[in-house]
């Protein structure tokens, strides 16, 4: 059980373009997603918590602007990648708290990578 | 401000010896930790957690140790196996809130 998926696994884009990235969480419900940022060799680095029908919270120096976060069900929520640059590629993970299951627990997607030219 | 430490980098383990991981934290109002092993390019894997209210918590070959005096949790994993050669991240918790975690560190586990 508690199994997190993204899509897609890997995306290359052009400058100036906009990519979307899927979190579903496969056999659970998920009331608060989180969204993070790992760069190579780094620790991971929350941008983000996504509460299912309510706005994101960001966190301190990432721009809700560019980084659109949408919780529309118990399942899924998306990160969209507005206007990007080569700077933004970078490894992103989504992780779900079990609403039913122990609070502190997070399970994690796969991660997605992002490439852009 | 980097409120959960990894101090060290890399690891390296002789396969059916004792890994021992440390993480050290200077918020004394953490609650809660977990220990996550990751692949790369893989999302992280929940191993072991730890309620702040207890110094100890055994899973099969994984122990994970707080001294809350000390603001320092260990992972104990024994006998190491090749297949335990990962980056492990620590974790911390504040009311169930969002995670903060360390740096990282790479175990190699040697045959």
């Known amino acids: 059980g508690a199994v997190v998926s993204q899509h897609p696994s890997r995306v290359i884009c052009k400058s100036g373009t906009s990519v979307k990235i899927e979190c579903r969480s496969l056999d659970f419900q998920a009331t608060t997603m989180f969204w993070y940022r790992q760069f190579p060799k780094q620790s991971l680095m929350l941008m983000a918590t996504?509460?299912?029908?309510?706005?994101?919270?960001?966190e301190q120096g990432v721009e809700k602007d560019k980084f659109l976060i949408n919780h529309a069900s118990l399942t899924l929520s998306t990160l969209t990648v507005t206007s990007a640059h080569p700077e933004d590629s970078s490894f992103y993970i989504c992780?779900?708290?079990?609403?039913?299951?122990?609070?502190?627990?997070?399970?994690f997607g796969p991660g997605t990578r992002l490439t852009v030219t | 401000d980097q409120q959960v430490k990894q101090n060290s980098p890399s690891l390296s383990v002789q396969e059916g010896r004792i890994s021992i991981l440390n993480c050290d934290y200077t918020?004394?109002?953490?609650?809660?930790f977990l220990w996550y092993k990751k692949y790369p390019a893989e999302g992280p894997t929940f191993l072991i957690s730890?309620?702040?209210?207890?110094d100890k918590n055994e899973d099969g070959r994984f122990t994970v140790f707080l001294n809350k005096s000390a603001k320092h949790l260990s992972l104990h994993i024994v006998p190491s196996q090749p297949g335990d050669s990962a980056v492990y991240f620590c974790a911390a918790s504040l009311g169930a809130q969002k995670l903060v975690f360390g740096q990282g560190t790479r175990l190699t586990i040697n045959p």
């Open positions: 992780s779900a708290r079990d609403t039913d299951g122990y609070s502190y627990e997070q399970y």
């Open positions: 996504s509460n299912e029908g309510s706005k994101a919270t960001y």
């Open positions: 918020n004394s109002m953490f609650d809660y």
């Open positions: 730890i309620s702040s209210i207890k």
